[in-house]
T-cell receptor, first 112, second 115 residues
Framework: SQTIHQWPATLVQPVGSPLSLECTVE??????LYWYRQAAGRGLQLLFY??????ISSEVPQNLSASRPQDRQFILSSKKLLLSDSGFYLC???????????FGNGTRLTVT | DAKTTQPTSMDCAEGRAANLPCNHS???????VYWYRQIHSQGPQYIIH???NNETNEMASLIITEDRKSSTLILPHATLRDTAVYYC????????????????FGKGTKLSVKP
């Protein structure tokens, strides 16, 4: 069966520090991968998606970036964090078609 | 904006069936109905989805009305661990991935299962 791993679970970082969140999927090949952010009490905002290695599309301009160095690995990064980057970050995967999105357990990022 | 309407909250007794309604009166012919739930501080968990036929899996049943303007998620024997926020979402199938993967989560229904 397929599983998705996301780490770390929680992270506290000072303003201006770099960020690297990692997500890996097991048990499937060539998944579509997604990074979302969920603000407290609000819906999910799509940040980046990838349909293949090295292919990244950005939905929201910001100081975050994403990379997909391997088929089942998706990384969210920032060179300098802002206070507004605080939030709950979720990685997700799907095989496309009418297949559902499957989410990781998320990383709660607090920028201080 | 979310294309669905759900009650803000519901209570259910443990061991009873929980029936969660969702209105999606503007649903298009190619849009599926998906249900997710989210327990505090965890990622959303996929439950079930369907196009027009009723669906059942090990977690729940999905009943979609004939006109597809509403649906009901049924948890046949609710347990305390089913306490969560339940989201009903409509979305087209993704032919090639990409931004169609965007899920518009509304406010959902907070289900409280009580002993």
């Amino acid at each position: 069966s397929q599983t998705i791993h996301q780490w770390p679970a929680t992270l506290v970082q000072p303003v201006g520090s770099p960020l690297s969140l990692e997500c890996t999927v097991e048990g499937t090949s060539n998944p579509n991968l997604y990074w979302y952010r969920q603000a407290a009490g609000r819906g999910l905002q799509l940040l980046f998606y990838s349909v293949g290695i090295g292919q990244i599309s950005s939905e929201v301009p910001q100081n975050l970036s994403a990379s997909r160095p391997q088929d089942r690995q998706f990384i969210l990064s920032s060179k300098k964090l802002l206070l507004s980057d605080s939030g709950f970050y979720l990685c997700a995967w799907t095989l496309g078609g009418n297949s559902p999105l499957h989410f990781g357990n998320g990383t709660r990022l607090t920028v201080t | 904006d979310a294309k669905t309407t759900q009650p803000t909250s519901m209570d259910c007794a443990e061991g009873r069936a929980a029936n969660l309604p969702c209105n999606h009166s503007t649903i298009s012919g190619n849009e599926y109905v998906y249900w997710y739930r989210q327990i505090h501080s965890q990622g959303p968990q996929y439950i079930i989805h369907g196009l027009k036929n009723n669906e059942t899996n090990e977690m729940a049943s999905l009943i979609i009305t004939e006109d597809r303007k509403s649906s009901t998620l049924i948890l046949p024997h609710a347990t305390l661990r089913d306490t969560a926020v339940y989201y009903c979402i409509v979305r087209v199938a993704m032919n090639y991935g990409g931004s169609q993967g965007n899920l518009i989560f509304g406010k959902g229904t907070k289900l409280s299962v009580k002993p």
